[in-house]
């Protein structure tokens, strides 16, 4: 009887031993190796300013159905196109370079054009 309390309590004692985490000697100080290269680009890298964010567009076009006659030197077509804005308030929306557009549309109200440096361009109301 007395080996079989023995043996319970070292078996006892043995768990609790074991479920106790081994103390870990403070962690030494960690270094890393750099050429001296790779160290002076993140010096560079780190002193120069950040660049700023591309703007969003204020508008895209998403698709664009031509019709174009061509009659000697003269081309004459319709071309309806759909997009998206982004903003609210109006925006130039680019369309075209080196032709002239006479007339725009939107669910029949007139476009107002505007060309600029041989660009056509429609200027878009956004409502968001």
């Given at each position: 009887m007395t080996s079989v309390k023995i043996v319970a309590?070292?078996?006892?004692l043995a768990s609790v031993a074991a479920a106790q985490t081994p103390v870990r000697?403070?962690?030494?100080?960690?270094?890393?190796?750099?050429?001296?290269?790779?160290?002076?680009r993140l010096l560079d890298q780190a002193a120069r300013a950040p660049q700023p964010a591309a703007?969003?567009?204020?508008?895209?076009?998403?698709?664009a159905d031509l019709r174009v006659r061509v009659d000697g030197d003269t081309a004459r077509g319709a071309f309806s196109v759909t997009g998206e804005t982004f903003r609210s308030g109006v925006d130039r929306v680019h369309l075209l370079s080196g032709a002239t557009l006479t007339a725009a549309?939107?669910?029949?109200?007139?476009?107002?054009?505007v060309i600029d440096r041989g660009n056509q361009f429609a200027l878009?109301?956004?409502q968001l």
């Amino acid at each position: 009887m007395t080996s079989v309390k023995i043996v319970a309590i070292v078996l006892g004692l043995a768990s609790v031993a074991a479920a106790q985490t081994p103390v870990r000697p403070a962690d030494a100080a960690r270094g890393v190796t750099l050429s001296l290269a790779e160290y002076n680009r993140l010096l560079d890298q780190a002193a120069r300013a950040p660049q700023p964010a591309a703007a969003a567009p204020a508008a895209v076009l998403g698709a664009a159905d031509l019709r174009v006659r061509v009659d000697g030197d003269t081309a004459r077509g319709a071309f309806s196109v759909t997009g998206e804005t982004f903003r609210s308030g109006v925006d130039r929306v680019h369309l075209l370079s080196g032709a002239t557009l006479t007339a725009a549309t939107a669910t029949a109200q007139p476009v107002p054009l505007v060309i600029d440096r041989g660009n056509q361009f429609a200027l878009v109301s956004g409502q968001l």
